[in-house]
């Protein structure tokens, strides 16, 4: 089927090929390489196969296009050399930069890294709440960066291609008044939902059971420890952000008291604001909380880092005041690499606040609960 930027297509036989384009400005270019592998698994994990990546070492974004023009040749000629549909930067692109890429690139439609991010939010939403959020999110940040190409925000069955994408059945139009009063009334919405959020969290306050909440970088496996736990028969899966809704669950600790454990969004670095501003009923969770529990994958090389970034969001979110107990996670993994798993050092953290876990396979687990027992009764007093 032939693509175009006008009518975008995702045919799971022949998923759409993406080249990732990433400037590299000599600052921390070992996040910055981390950030771009973790474009690519975000790209797969929105059906995209990454045919090619595109790195210019540059001071300074371009202000028109990002990348210099010379390398905006240089992709163009990539793109048609490899049938590549779909450009990916990994940065935040503004809409006029969008505009300009894509007057050189006629045959790509020009994406950036929230706008996948948000993508694969609309793949994985399916709770009413969870798709009204991310529909405000689009409206605010994809719309105004694709209307321009006339792009039909319509989700045709799941048929549309990546970041066209929309949450609703019916179409998104792209007409300014329209967008205003679709964004006004999303947050009438979803601001009822969260007074329904708040009832429910008054709730579970009165009732003084300890609220456990779980946090952490997606795919750390959040899901697989409350799943564990209380076999609540979440989704969890090998995919970024394949939770995209709370779940909580009552939990009985050894002592026999009840605690409410919940399972939360994961996180990811550079989010931009209007993004946490929709998600913000969801995210708010880990603000309630009694205790948090801050999820790592172990077995990821770059876990110290996200667990930086989980702990500068919960900060933003005003959580960085609770009890956290910081849990390596996938110890199973993590072992089989050379020299085995050594638990790292963290900053700030008592060492009885440091635990190694596999959510898996339960090893280390029940020292964990024990240590939530704990907890809770300290609290509690
Ligand atoms: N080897 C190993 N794999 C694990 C462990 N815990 C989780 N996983 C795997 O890691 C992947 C992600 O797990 P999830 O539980 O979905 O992770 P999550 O943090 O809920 O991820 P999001 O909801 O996407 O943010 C899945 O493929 C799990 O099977 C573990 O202890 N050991
Ligand atoms: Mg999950």
Not at 348 to 371: H, P, R
């Amino acid at each position: 089927m032939a693509k175009n930027k006008f009518q975008a297509y995702f045919d799971e036989k022949a998923p759409e090929r993406v080249v990732l384009v990433k400037l590299l400005t000599g600052k921390n270019e070992e996040e910055a390489l981390a950030s771009l592998n973790e474009l690519w698994r975000l790209t797969e994990t929105s059906g995209g196969e990454v045919a090619a990546r595109l790195i210019q070492y540059k001071d300074k974004p371009d202000p028109a296009t990002y990348i210099g023009s010379g390398k905006v040749k240089e992709l163009a000629e990539l793109c048609k050399n490899a049938e590549i549909t779909l450009a990916v930067f990994d940065c935040e692109l503004s809409p006029s930069q969008i505009r300009n890429l894509e007057d050189c690139l006629p045959e790509v439609r020009v994406i950036d890294r929230s706008m996948l991010i948000l993508d694969i939010f609309a793949l994985h939403a399916t709770t009413g709440e969870g798709k009204l959020q991310v529909e405000l999110a689009q409206l605010k940040y994809t719309v105004p960066r694709l209307t321009g190409q006339g792009i039909n925000l319509s989700r045709q069955g799941g048929s549309a291609g990546i970041a066209a994408r929309g949450p609703g059945e019916s179409k998104l139009e792209t007409d300014r008044r329209y967008i205003k009063r679709r964004i006004a009334s999303l947050e009438n919405q979803i601001a009822e939902m969260e007074k329904n959020r708040m009832v429910q969290r008054a709730q579970r306050e009165r009732s003084g059971i300890c609220r456990v909440t779980v946090a952490g970088y997606t795919n750390a496996g959040k899901s697989t420890l409350l799943n564990f736990l209380t076999n609540a028969g979440i989704l969890a899966e090998d995919k970024l952000f394949a939770t995209l809704d709370p779940t909580t669950r009552r939990f009985r600790l050894p002592s026999g008291n009840n605690i409410l454990l919940t399972d939360t969004v994961g996180f990811i670095r550079n989010l931009p604001h209007h993004f946490v501003k929709a998600f913000k009923s969801t995210l708010d969770e880990v603000k309630y909380a009694d205790i948090i529990i801050l999820l790592m994958d172990a077995s990821d090389s770059e876990c110290l880092n996200q667990a930086e970034v989980t702990r500068r969001l919960l900060s933003e979110l005003g959580a960085d005041n609770k009890p956290l107990l910081y849990v390596f996670n996938k110890c199973d993994e993590a072992e089989k690499a050379e020299g085995g798993f050594l638990l790292p050092k963290i900053e700030g953290a008592e060492s009885d606040t440091v635990f190694c876990i596999s959510a898996k396979t339960g090893e280390g687990v029940n020292i964990l609960v024990k240590k939530i027992d704990e907890l809770r009764e300290k609290i509690k007093k």
